[in-house]
């Protein structure tokens, strides 16, 4: 008879567990042993991804061989269901859903775990940890809302506090602001996040983490983040870094010494527009003085807030951008080139104020971002979002928005679809005038979100909308 392969390996992995059982003195040992080998053959897959190309690793992720002998498909399959599987006993069971165990991620329940979301975790903590010696965990999320709001309230008591950039996405303003209070926390901003001493005169023994947003949105804020992450742990407490902007195609924040890294996928991770998401991924170990939240953090959120208030990405969505994420790279240096040139081209017409690109020579933190935007190949790239503001105040930008005719007007970014928004009315109007001016949102500023289309259409659009508006 002919050798099979599949099946030599079959008998071979059920030899080895029959082993298992045959040498375990209860069930209770068994099924915690079982379980000890579905994490160690995660952790040696992400190991292993640390050598690989970041191509490769965004196409496949941890999808192997193993997986698609089971599923007998290419690609991840789609696990449209609350729950899967069945528990082999009732200890199988107990030791599932007491967290001590692992091992088919369908067995939980899908608030909690399925296939989908935990393959799409898996690769997002891969691809984040690639350049770092450590192994990273991995979440997902209903929402980039979502992922912030449950990494930042792990570590919050009531009466602490927290020290934020406040150049922020308006919904985490929102959040922050008008959210946290409700719950006795509170957030202190830093007006001029470029300046560290800011920042740390805002620290005090109930901060419990700093957050920055990098680059941030609408205005471009580049962070240091190796700086802030030394003060961060100066004081014993965790840097969280928004990188949805950057997406791990342009900037790992983990690999300049940031603890927690936090998506939204609804933006680049997932070009076709298509669903919201998000992603939390963590170091193994994090800088904080909670014990409790030091080790593990991630598991630790899975089994904690995360199960209790229920944010879980569905099944579809995850499917969605674990296939997205595939193209990743590839998209953004695309995005990157033609967002240069239609900034350079911004930048020189009369009828523009000012254009924030960290590509420009004139950003003011470009020599930073020439050292923390890069592609996997290590050449610069800035990403697809650019801000700026037309001559002649709100009048003239309402103007352009009336007369514009390329992409859509809408609040959404990072597709590979072209959108813009006028800020100061949209995405940042439930901000006070006050807070707007301090955050840079200015009357007369509009975010353009550069898409794949030729950029010779969108710069011959911008300059007939903006000789118009003169
Ligand atoms: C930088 C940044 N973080 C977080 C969010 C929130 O993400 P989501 O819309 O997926 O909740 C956004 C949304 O625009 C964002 O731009």
Known sequence: MSKNKFLEEKSAELKKEL?????????EEYFKRRSECTVNSRCEQMKAAKNQAFDTVALWGLYGKEDMMRYKSLTL????????????????????????????PNKIYSRIDNVNPDHLAWKFAALEGIGIRELTQGLCTSSGMSAIMMATMAFLKPGDNFVSSNKVYGGTQQLFDVTYPKSGWSVRWVTEPENLKKWEEKIDDKTRFLFVESPSNPTLFIADIQKLA???????????????????????PLEHCADIVLHSTSKIANGSCRCIGGAIIARDRIITEDKDLEEDFVNKLKGGHFRNMGPCLSPFNAMIIWDEL?????????????ALKIAQFLEKHPMIEKVNYPGLKSHPQHEIAKKAMKLPDGTNGYGFLLSFNIKGGFEKAKKFAEVFDFGTQVTHLGGSYTVWVHNATTTHGQMSCEERKCAGIDDNLIRYSVGLEGEEDAINALEKALNKVK
């Open 19 to 27: 082993c298992t059982l045959e040498s375990s003195k209860t069930d």
């Open 77 to 104: 399959p789609l696990f449209m269901t609350t729950a899967g599987g069945s528990y082999d006993s009732l200890v199988d069971g107990a030791l599932l859903l007491s967290y001590q165990t692992t091992n088919d």
């Open 230 to 252: 030394e003060l961060a742990h100066s004081h014993k407490i965790p840097l969280i870094v928004d990188s949805t902007l950057a997406s791990p195609a342009l900037a790992r």
């Open 326 to 338: 595939g193209t990743l790279r590839i998209r953004m240096q695309e995005h990157c080139r033609k």
